[in-house]
């Protein structure tokens, strides 16, 4: 044991003097949560804009603009009603618009159906939230002028222990994505330089054996990331009043997560020529998984394929295994998850241990 | 006879399309300075690399301290100092932290003072504290040579130790390699430098396409191949060498000086009275022993330039 502690001594002492790893391990999670938090935390301005031209200026117009405008999501915009409508779209790049017509209340109080038009780009996420403002505020005024009340009404329930933000819904996956870039993305390299410049031959030189090696940069990660995850949690927490939990499994799977990637990491730097080649294998491997293993976007909420290749990406495991123990405090998922993530770690690491090599051929 | 440190019996390394070490034998005695010579793909450092377990051999026999190091090393492991080919330190561990991290990676406990001591004998005490990537290329070395040295090894092996090195670094890690030889450890040096082999050496293998060609100390290597001494008649030029071949006295021409090789060494000073007493015009006349070069290019037939054989 004194070996592999003076080993993760040395290497922690130049991981921790290389400013890029430092930056890796705790500004970039840092910058990434605080970016994100700002982003979703719900301050600041999260409605979008409705660029609105009332041709008819009647008080149904004017209602249903109101209406429109209660919705809350939308910021309603006034678009001149001398103007041509998609001219003024064109020059004023608008996203969204919504043209009510000269004669709408006339229309409508000679009992006909009236159109209004919403302009916009149906990719866009923004158009179906104002499709679905300006469709809800129609259904209200129809149901009113019809003298109805809607029979089905909805009541949002959230299904977590606690009232959670998006914020707590990404920090599991922040927690996994700063273990997976400094893991793989620091070790791949680091093994590429030990076999280039001939490290791996000098330490076969010492008594000191591969598996000791591999250990030390496993319980290395595993420290590092454990600090990462305090701070971005307590960021987080302070910062965006995030509400998610650290439980002890958490911390499980930081080490599983480490021991996996570090593993995953050392077994790619063995068979890449140089560091450049190293680094560029690991972001080819690392950068899908850290999007298909849903980190930032929720896996159900990806195409089928897209949803089969996640579930072969080691990520998912450690990002979804967070998120059930931080979040919905389901602990047998986690504890499942967690028993994948250290199976493939084991995979990974007996793959490592074959392929590395203190001697040469 | 002191006691044999490294015995080498019919030693080979064989790859699919080369024989790296086509049947080497050696023995290095206790305090020596060993050098194996030879251009660049000789087999020098894969023969070493065998012997510092980190190459399997194909065949052969290799003993350190009397083990067998295909069965034995793990006994042996500590006794044994490396310095491998083209040494680079951690970039970001200082010399300080690099020695302390190397002993315990050798399973000794070491002081401050030792490492201190230590870093003295290698002459890195004012760099102990920098980073190992601001170290020049000899302190590099001599860093090396402190981790080789940390398990407190009886014997050494340096792989090439002043490859790209200027001149004056050169000589500054000669005196350092000469103290390991003078405080009684074995030193096994591998290199294509036949001056430096020349100077430190007490006992040189010249290895040539995975064989040892031939084998002693430099003065017997001389002796025996160096072809005897030379008598050089300094910008004598074609002029000068007509007119000594003119004598009957066979000569060829360098660089516009006259060389005249006289095999036996009891004829050097009557050779010496007669090219003098030929009425040519030269800037000086002298004589020159010949040296491990020499004895290198009757050997192997070229010249050789930074372990590169050159026509």
């Given at each position: 044991m004194r070996r592999?502690?003076?080993?993760?001594?040395?290497?922690?002492r130049q991981?921790m003097?290389?400013r890029?790893?430092?930056?890796?391990?705790?500004a970039?999670?840092l910058?990434?949560?605080?970016?994100?938090?700002?982003?979703?935390?719900?301050q600041?301005?999260t409605?979008?804009?409705?660029?609105?031209q009332d041709?008819?200026?009647?008080?149904?117009s004017r209602?249903f603009?109101?209406?429109?405008?209660?919705?809350?999501?939308?910021e309603?915009?006034q678009i001149p009603?001398d103007v041509?409508?998609l001219?003024?779209?064109?020059q004023?790049?608008?996203?969204t618009?919504?043209?009510i017509p000269?004669?709408?209340?006339?229309?409508?109080?000679a009992n006909q159906?009236?159109n209004?038009?919403l302009y916009?780009?149906?990719t866009?996420s923004?158009?179906?939230i104002?499709a679905?403002?300006?469709?809800g505020?129609?259904t209200?005024?129809?149901?009113g002028?019809?003298?109805?009340r809607?029979?089905?009404g909805?009541?949002?329930?959230?299904v977590s222990r606690?009232?959670?933000?998006?914020?707590?819904?990404f920090?599991?996956?922040?927690?996994g994505?700063?273990?997976?870039t400094?893991?793989?993305f620091?070790?791949t390299?680091?093994a590429?330089e030990?076999?280039?410049?001939?490290?791996?031959k000098?330490?076969g030189?010492?008594?000191?054996?591969?598996?000791?090696w591999?250990l030390?940069?496993?319980?290395?990660?595993t420290?590092?990331m454990?600090?990462?995850?305090?701070i971005?949690?307590?960021?987080?927490a302070l910062?965006?009043?995030?509400?998610a939990?650290?439980?002890p499994?958490?911390?499980a799977?930081?080490?599983a997560?480490c021991f996996?990637?570090t593993?995953?990491g050392?077994?790619?730097?063995?068979?890449?020529?140089?560091?450049e080649?190293?680094s560029?294998?690991?972001?080819?491997?690392?950068?899908?998984m850290?999007?298909?293993?849903g980190?930032f976007f929720?896996i159900?909420?990806?195409p089928?394929?897209?949803?089969g290749?996640?579930a072969?990406?080691?990520?998912t495991y450690v990002n979804?295994?967070l998120?059930a123990t931080?979040?919905f405090?389901n602990?047998a998922?986690?504890?499942?998850?967690?028993?994948i993530t250290?199976v493939?770690g084991l995979?990974?690491?007996?793959?490592a241990s074959?392929?590395?090599?203190?001697?040469?051929? | 006879?002191a006691e044999?440190?490294?015995e080498?019996?019919?030693?080979?390394k064989?790859?699919p399309?080369?024989?790296?070490?086509?049947?080497?034998d050696?023995?290095v005695?206790a305090?020596q300075?060993?050098?194996l010579?030879?251009?660049?793909?000789?087999g020098?450092?894969?023969?070493i690399?065998i012997?510092?377990?980190?190459?399997?051999p194909?065949?052969g026999e290799a003993r350190l301290?009397g083990t067998d190091?295909r069965?034995?090393?793990?006994?042996i492991?500590g006794?044994v100092?490396?310095l491998p080919?083209?040494f680079?330190?951690?970039?970001?561990?200082?010399p300080?932290?690099?020695v302390?991290?190397?002993?315990t990676l050798?399973?000794?406990?070491?002081t401050?003072?030792?490492?201190?001591?230590?870093?003295e004998?290698?002459?890195?005490t004012?760099?102990?504290?920098a980073?190992g990537?601001h170290?020049?290329?000899?302190?590099?070395?001599r860093?090396?040579?402190?981790m080789a040295?940390v398990?407190?090894a009886d014997?050494v092996f340096?792989?090439?130790?002043t490859?790209?090195l200027?001149?004056g670094a050169?000589?500054?890690l000669?005196?350092?390699?000469?103290?390991?030889k003078g405080a009684g450890?074995?030193?096994v040096?591998?290199t294509?430098y036949?001056?430096?082999?020349e100077?430190?050496?007490?006992?040189?293998a010249i290895?040539?396409k995975?064989?040892?060609v031939?084998?002693?100390?430099?003065k017997q290597?001389?002796d025996?191949h160096?072809?005897?001494?030379?008598?050089?008649?300094?910008g004598?030029?074609?002029a000068?060498?007509?007119?000594v071949?003119a004598?009957g006295i066979?000569c060829?021409l360098?660089?516009g000086?006259?060389?005249?090789?006289?095999?036996?060494?009891?004829q050097v000073r009557?050779?010496l009275?007669k090219v003098?007493?030929?009425?040519?015009?030269?800037?000086?006349i002298?004589t020159k022993?010949?040296?491990?070069e020499d004895?290198f290019?009757?050997?192997?037939?070229?010249?050789?330039?930074?372990g590169e054989?050159a026509?």
């Open positions: 592999v502690i003076a080993d993760l001594i040395a290497f922690g991981y003097r290389s890029v790893g430092a930056f890796f391990a705790f970039f999670p910058i990434l949560i605080l970016l994100f938090g700002a982003i979703f935390s719900g600041g301005a409605k979008i804009p409705l660029y609105v041709q008819d200026d009647t008080p149904l209602a603009v109101q209406a429109v405008n209660n919705t809350t999501v939308i309603y915009r009603d041509d409508i001219a003024y779209i064109q004023n790049s608008i996203n618009a919504l043209r000269a004669g709408f209340q006339a229309t409508i109080l159906t009236v209004v038009t916009g780009d149906p866009l923004t158009y179906g104002a679905s403002a300006v469709s505020a129609a209200g005024m129809n149901f002028l019809a003298g109805a809607p029979m089905i909805m009541e949002a329930q959230t606690e009232q959670f933000k998006f914020i707590d819904f920090l599991p996956g922040m927690i994505f700063t273990v997976l400094n893991a793989l620091a070790m390299p680091t590429a030990y076999r280039s410049r001939k490290y791996f000098f330490l030189t010492t008594s000191l054996t591969k598996g000791e591999l030390s940069k496993i319980l290395f990660y420290f590092i454990s600090v990462s995850a305090l971005i949690f307590a960021v987080s910062v965006w009043g995030g509400k939990v650290l439980t499994l958490t911390f799977f930081i080490a997560g996996l990637f593993s995953m050392m077994l790619l730097g063995t068979y890449t020529k140089d560091v080649t190293a560029a294998v690991a972001n080819a491997i690392g950068f899908p850290m999007f298909l293993g980190t929720q159900e909420a990806m089928p394929i897209i949803q290749l996640a072969v990406m080691p990520l979804e295994g998120r931080m979040i405090g602990e998922k986690a504890l499942l998850y967690l028993g250290v493939l995979v990974f690491f007996v793959l074959r392929a590395l090599s203190w001697k040469s051929k | 006879m044999a440190v490294i080498v019996r019919a030693l080979t064989h790859y399309n080369v024989k790296a070490v086509d049947g080497v050696f023995e005695e305090g300075i060993f050098s010579l030879g251009p660049n793909g000789a020098k450092t894969t023969t690399e012997l510092e377990g980190l190459r399997d194909t065949g301290f190091i069965t034995g090393y793990a006994k492991r006794r100092g490396v080919q083209d680079e330190p951690f970039d970001r561990l200082r300080r932290e690099a302390t991290y190397w002993a050798v399973n000794r406990r070491i401050k003072e030792e490492v201190a001591e230590l870093l004998t290698v002459g890195l004012a760099r102990a504290d980073y990537m170290l020049s290329g000899g302190e590099k070395r860093l090396g040579i402190a040295l398990g407190k014997l340096l792989d090439e130790p490859t790209g200027d001149p050169r000589r500054d000669w005196g350092l390699i000469r103290a390991l450890r074995t030193v040096l591998t294509h036949l001056d430096e082999a100077q430190l050496a007490d006992d040189v290895m040539y995975g064989k040892i031939t084998r002693g100390s430099p290597l001389i025996r160096g072809g005897g001494t030379t008598i050089v008649l300094a004598a030029g074609e000068g060498c007509k007119a071949e004598r066979p060829h360098e660089d000086d006259v060389l005249v090789h006289v095999a036996d060494i009891g009557a050779m009275a003098a007493a030929i009425d040519i015009s030269l800037t000086q002298y022993r010949p040296t491990l004895v290019l009757r050997i192997v037939g070229a010249r050789m330039e930074e054989l026509a």
